[in-house]
């Protein structure tokens, strides 16, 4: 095949050491291992402590893991691209401080923000770019350092989130392997339901929305299940029509890790059977942007040359999306 598509060809990942289990938030807030596990699958999440330390730390420490295990030389990098809702600062794109600190210093470098769907976004950008001609190495990075907007007396959020980053290079292939097609959308509605009140040009920081805690996440939890799930289902079904791809087709499903029931129902919606279905929520909770490569980095050693895998994602705004990805190694 002459024409040029875009494939994954490296994966890397991070979490964060310190564990927060279920049991440990029963001591924080009025709930319950099995109230948790049964409404989320989630078992337990990372959270990243220490002074100093923001979501350009675990992009950096995913960046690092993918360089050392593909022997990629960080020069070589045209394109970094980070995909988060927890930037470093303001203005300043962690992705451009990533790119110095591992090295890629021929590189440009932004940030893409979508809420959870950014990594799924970020994977458009960076195959257009590939398949352009114009670039052949570009990294892309998920991390998200949750846990810094979330409020640990809010029950209804506490319990979903954790901190962590993954990363995958896209790269050129002329087997016809690695991007084959996505199905994304987005829709404003959704502003309402999930976001932080206040830091944004709207409402600027002030001591009193400080003492109003508005700087934390709020979301509509009944509200935005009901979109995830008929978003995420809705477009898995129509990528899988679109490029007449039966359930068996279908080698994997690497869905966004926000809720065990929304995966369960996007599968069941795809046919297809559970040992396709690639799950971690227990382990790492939500991490947003971090979600989809940190799934990846998990089970790269079960994905063979060639194999079908569908992306799927959901986010706040509302963001959605589903992508078709040959896998290239």
Excluded at 95 to 106: F, L, R, T
Excluded at 160 to 179: K, S, T
């Amino acid at each position: 095949m002459s024409s040029i598509t875009a494939a994954i060809t490296a994966v890397g990942g991070y979490v964060p050491d310190f564990i927060l289990t279920n049991q440990l938030l029963e001591t924080m807030v009025d709930t319950n291992d099995e109230w948790i596990t049964t409404r989320t699958g989630i078992k337990e999440r990372r959270i990243l402590k220490g002074e100093g330390l923001g979501t350009s730390f675990m992009a950096i420490k995913a960046a690092e893991n993918l360089i050392e295990k593909s022997g990629l030389n960080p020069e070589d990098i045209d394109c970094v691209l980070v995909a988060t809702t927890t930037p470093d600062l303001p203005v300043a794109a962690t992705a451009v401080y990533v790119a110095s600190q591992i090295g890629a210093v021929n590189a440009f470098a932004y940030d893409i923000q979508a809420a959870c769907s950014g990594f799924l976004y970020g994977m458009s950008t960076a195959s257009s770019y590939v398949q352009s001609g114009r670039y052949k190495k570009v990294l892309l990075i998920g991390a998200d350092k949750m846990s810094s907007i979330i409020d640990y007396t809010d029950r209804a959020t506490c319990i979903i989130f954790g901190d962590g980053a993954g990363a995958v290079l896209f790269e050129p292939n002329h087997e016809g392997l690695g991007f084959q097609d996505e199905f994304l959308r987005s829709d404003g509605i959704g502003r309402e339901f999930l976001k932080i009140d206040a830091g944004g040009s709207i409402l600027p920081a002030s001591t009193e929305t400080v003492a109003n805690k508005q700087h934390f996440v709020f979301q509509d939890g009944k509200t935005v299940y009901k979109y995830a799930v008929s978003g995420m289902a809705d477009v898995s079904e129509k990528i899988m029509q679109r490029n007449n791809l039966t359930k068996d087709d279908v080698a994997f499903l690497v869905a966004h890790q926000a809720n065990k029931r929304i995966i369960d129902a996007t599968a069941s919606r795809m046919g297809i059977e559970d040992d396709k279905v690639l799950v971690n929520i227990h382990r790492y909770g939500n991490t947003t942007s971090g979600t989809l490569p940190l799934l990846l980095s998990d089970f790269e050693s079960k994905f063979k040359k060639g194999d079908n895998l569908i992306f799927a994602a959901f986010g706040g705004g509302f963001t959605w999306g589903s992508i078709y990805l040959k896998w290239a190694y």
